[in-house]
């Protein structure tokens, strides 16, 4: 007798084989039908970036997971669309580069490139100008042939997940993104900053903003900030000096800096700092009011306060749905 295992009839073991493969196994998956093909590629396109090997003189690739670990921060990556670098007003050396002989097959069966970011090179125009020459064309090359194994991994490349270790975040090198208009950020530590209070002036330095410099405000649609505290953070934030919910919810505001104003933001598994939902509850009561008072001082107007929004980690799985919530939020 055969068994075949149906995502319809039987869902449980799908989903297990799934929380159990590495990237590579689910790279690999995109060769079993359609429907493993889009799942793959939903995983594969927000939570890695194809890398050169790191030595030389082989036609090798890494796939890495996207996080704020060394050398992601350091080197962050681009998502390039030939369509988008060839219709969007790039430079007539940069489009011309791109129609040449010598690298017009870099596209060819491709539709996004993640391109490894040059630090302190910030406009996409010259970092292709830059990735087009001859020192750095090598490594285009072993990109190009990773991406002919892996096909289009890269479709909808609108959201990018990040995973943020605060024991190896490396200091002073932002998150740089081109395209995601909307992003997803982990953190394994609670939003406290010890600057000044909501009432006085908001700088990047200390805020959320030090490290997502790229953006600014109207660029970004939405910003979700998931919390995950360690065993010995959760419950309780006697450790970071904050003695009650009040103190919580202004250090949260003054991390936040300003420029969440411009886009939805939503704050995610909070309540698992707090010790019982009551204090979770007067926090976020607080959490309205600073964000009003806030959005009144700067636009003129509390109600722009609203794009802020708390929700348990329940309540998100909830607002997304179980397999969003899992792209989401595992690693």
């Known amino acids: 007798m055969t068994a075949i295992l149906d995502h319809r009839f039987y869902p449980h073991i799908i989903d297990l084989i799934w929380s159990h493969m590495d990237y590579e196994s689910v790279a690999a998956s995109r060769e079993v039908c359609r429907g493993w093909r889009k799942r793959a590629n939903r995983v594969l ?12 003189d082989t036609d090798d690739f890494l796939l890495s997971v996207k996080s704020f670990t060394h ?15 060839i219709h969007s007003g790039f430079p007539a050396t940069v489009t011309g580069m791109l129609s040449d002989e010598s690298v017009k097959d870099l596209f060819s069966n491709i539709r996004y490139l993640d391109l490894q970011h040059v630090q302190g090179m910030e406009e996409t125009a010259v970092l292709l100008s830059l990735v087009m020459g001859l020192k750095t064309h090598y490594g285009l090359r072993v990109t190009r042939n990773a991406m002919q194994l892996y096909g289009d991994v890269y479709p909808e490349a609108d959201t990018g ?20 208009r909307s992003l997803v950020i982990n953190l394994d530590q609670p939003p406290i900053s010890y600057g000044p209070l909501p009432d006085d002036e908001v700088e990047d330095e200390g805020t959320l903003w030090e490290w997502l410099s790229s953006y600014t405000p109207g660029r970004l649609k939405q910003l979700t900030l998931v919390f995950h505290p360690s ?9 970071y000096a904050a003695p009650n919910p009040r103190a919580v919810a202004g250090q949260t ?9 411009s886009a939805t933001t939503l704050l995610v598994g909070m309540e698992r700092f707090f010790r019982s939902m009551d204090e979770y509850r ?17 636009t003129g107007t509390p109600k722009r ?12 799985r909830k607002r997304i749905g179980d397999a969003t919530y899992t792209l989401y939020t595992e690693q």
Do not use: C
């Open 282 to 298: 007067e926090y976020k009561r607080q959490m309205r009011e600073y964000a009003a008072h806030q959005a009144e001082r700067i």
């Open 231 to 239: 065993d010995e953070e959760r419950g309780t934030f006697q450790t």
């Open 253 to 261: 505001i003054r991390w936040l800096g300003d420029r969440w104003i």
């Open 305 to 316: 306060g609203r794009n802020l929004k708390i929700f348990t980690h329940d309540e998100y």
């Open 71 to 85: 050398p992601d921060v350091a080197y962050p990556s681009f998502l390039v669309q030939r369509d988008d670098a």
């Open 45 to 56: 396109q927000r939570h890695l970036t194809v890398r050169p090997a790191p030595y030389p």
């Open 161 to 180: 997940v990040y995973f943020v270790n605060s024991r190896e975040t490396t200091e002073g090198n932002p998150l740089v993104s081109m395209y995601a």
